[in-house]
C-alpha cells in the first residue's frame, strides 16, 4: 500500500485522523503496520542502535501516536512529518535516559506541540509534500550526507563537521545550499547566506 | 477596526541551528530557546514544519525493517490502559511571572526563584539537566540598567516579556539574539515597562562562581 504523495489527504494522515477522533484500531493497526518498520529502520540507520533497542523505540513511538492523535491535524502536517516529530522525540527520550538524566523533562515538553495561538494556523499552511522529497533526491551527494546524517543520528551540524573532519563553515554552506535548493526559505538565510 | 499587531520579530535563529532543531539534536537549553522563538515568529514556526517534513520524507523513504510478529499485539494490549490517560491536565499559572510568559514555558519551570544580581536586575536559574548550557530567565526593571559586559561563550538570549536595548537597536518579543565571545554591550529595559528574558549561556571552561556565571549575559566581572 502506498500513500498518494501527492493528494492533499493522503492514506496515512486519513487513517490517523480516525484514531485520533475514533480511537480506530483497525486504523491504528494499518499505520503500525506501515510506519513501526520504517521508524525502526530510520533509528536503525543512525548509530547507536541495535534491532532490539530500535525495535522498543519503534513500539514506544507508535503508542505515544496512539495517544496524541487527537492533536494531529491533517490541514496543517502530513501523517509521516507528525510521525516522525513523535519518534525523533521518543529518541531524545532515549538518550537522556541513557545519560542517566535525573531531571524529568521530557522531549514533548521542550518542543511544545501544542498550538497556544490560533492566528498561527493562518500562516502555517501544509506545503505540498512532493517538492520537499522530489529535491532531497536531487540534491548532489555531499550536501545529501550532510542532511541525512543530521537527520538518522540525530548529531548536530558542528558533530558531524567534526565527523566527517569539515571545516563548520563548509557544513553550514552545505545546509544552506541544500535548503535553497529544497525550495526552503529562511527568513535568516535572506540576511545571511551572502556572509 | 484596527487590530493591534505585535511588532514583527526582527532576529531569527540561522538556519543551521533551525535543521538541528527540527533533527532532534539540539541540547535542550537550546531546544527551549528555540521553542520561545517559535512561539513568537510565524514565519520560523512555518519554517520549521518545513523541515520537519525532511524528517518526513527520510523517515517514508527509508528501507523498512521487520517488526517481531507479536509487536502489534503487544502494543494493542498495552493501549487499552493508555487509553485516555494523557489528555493533558491544564494546571492553572499562579505564578505572577509566569503568566506573562508564553505558556509552554511552564513545562519547563513552574516558580521561577528570580535573585537580585544589581538593582535592577534578577535572575532565576532553570535546571534543565544538562551542563553544556546554563538555562535562566533575567528580569530587568523598567528603564533598568545594566553594567557594561562582554560575553565568554556562545550566548542566546531570547525576548519573553516587554523589551530591551542596546547600542545596535531595540529586541522585542520574539527576537532570538546570538552573542558571540568578544561582543560587548550594555542593555537597558525600556522605561514603561520591565524585561524578561530567557538565555542560554554556554557554560564557561574558566572556573568562576555559580553566580557569577548568572550574572550573564547581561553582565560579568573579570574576576582575575
Redesign the interface.
Known sequence: MTPLVNSSRDEWSELLTKVGNV?D?EA??QL??H????????L??GAPFG?EQ??EL??EA??KV???A?SFDEK???A??????I???C??DWF?REAR???D?K?E????L?D??PA?SS??QK?N?TT??EN?QVLPVEQLEV??K???E????S?VAEELALPLGT??SR??LA?KK?N??????DV?VES | MTVQLRPEVQL?????L???YA????S?AL??SV?AH??F???????D????????????????????EN??E???L??NS??I????ETIPIINEDMKKL???MS??IAEPQFNFLTRSLKVAKI????NKYELALHKISAGGKTPKHDHRGLEVTVVLYGSFSDLDGTYNEGDFIIREPGDVHSPVATIDDECICLSVVEAPIRLVGPILRMINPFLSFSPV
Not at chain 2, 531569527?12 to 543551521?16: F, G, L, T
Not at chain 2, 524528517?55 to 521487520?66: R, T
Open positions: 480511537q484500531k491504528f493497526s503500525f503496520g510506519f513501526a518498520p520504517l521508524i525502526k529502520g530510520f536503525m540507520k534491532y530500535a525495535e519503534a513500539q507508535m503508542i496512539w495517544r496524541k487527537g496543517k502536517s502530513s509521516s512529518t507528525w510521525i516522525y516529530t519518534a525523533r522525540n529518541r531524545i537522556r538524566i535525573k531531571k523533562l522531549a515538553d521542550l518542543y511544545d501544542v497556544e495561538n498561527h500562516l502555517i506545503r509534500q520537499v522529497r532531497l542532511i541525512t543530521i537527520y538518522y540525530g548529531k548536530t551540524h558533530e557544513v553550514k545546509i544552506r535548503l529544497m526552503i526559505q529562511l527568513e535568516s538565510l545571511r | 531569527h535563529p540561522e538556519a543551521d533551525l535543521l538541528d533533527a532532534g539534536s539540539l535542550p531546544c527551549v521553542t517559535l512561539h515568529c510565524d514565519k520560523c514556526r512555518a519554517q514544519i518545513a523541515l520537519s517534513e525532511i524528517g518526513g520524507d527520510l523517515l517514508s523513504s527509508v528501507g523498512p525493517e521487520k517488526m517481531p509487536a502489534l503487544k502494543v494493542l498495552s493501549l493508555a487509553e490517560s494523557d489528555q493533558a508564553p505558556a509552554f513545562n519547563i535546571p534543565i539537566g544538562e
